[in-house]
């Protein structure tokens, strides 16, 4: 048995024990909390609600991507669709960090953020080869909002390209 609820408060009881208030919203997990039994063990895990909205878009999204890759005339292999991904974050406006570093940072860069791109090399005053990065954290950190900005700016490069796909266009209505 699988419940969604919002989490309200942490109690402790009169033996000292932790109680957790859990708020629960649809008919379906009020049903399922009805066959609890009291005092009975149950093995509970928690992870943090992903609408499944938020899944179609991201979908719809990575559609779109390949879509346009392949109009573009690319091989559609994964460059492609990742140079697409780029571009619609930069021209999305996406919230990115830029950071100063010797290239041998680059690599934990990549472990840190999504999308890792080189801005511009230069020598420092000691000789040293520095790179300046243009760091994006990607899709999975973003709210609905963002996500939906990101998304709009995705299914204007399709435009740009002719691609009205019709069918697609019910995950994002």
């Known amino acids: 048995m699988q419940v969604t ?41 928690f992870e943090k609600y992903r609408s499944k909205r938020s899944l179609e878009q991201n979908a719809l999204m990575w559609e779109m991507i390949k879509q346009i890759a392949i109009h573009r005339g690319g091989d559609r292999g994964v460059a492609d669709d990742w140079d697409i991904y780029v571009e619609a974050l930069e021209r999305a406006g996406v919230k990115s960090v ?26 420092d005053e000691n000789g040293r080869v520095m790179n300046t990065y243009k760091c994006y954290y990607g899709s999975s950190k973003m709210d609905t909002k963002q996500m939906s900005n990101l998304l709009e700016t995705v299914l204007d ?10 069918d697609l266009m019910d995950l994002y209505a």
């Open 98 to 123: 830029m950071l100063m570093g010797t290239p041998e940072i680059e690599e934990g860069l990549k472990n840190a953020f999504r999308v890792v791109k080189v801005y511009n090399t230069f020598e």
């Open 157 to 166: 490069m399709a435009s740009e390209e002719g691609i009205y796909p019709k």
């Open 5 to 45: 609820a919002k989490y309200l408060r942490k109690l402790t009881n009169e033996d000292g024990k932790q109680e957790i208030v859990l708020e629960l919203d649809s008919f379906r997990d009020k049903e399922v909390a009805k066959e609890l039994v009291k005092n009975e063990k149950y093995v509970i895990s």
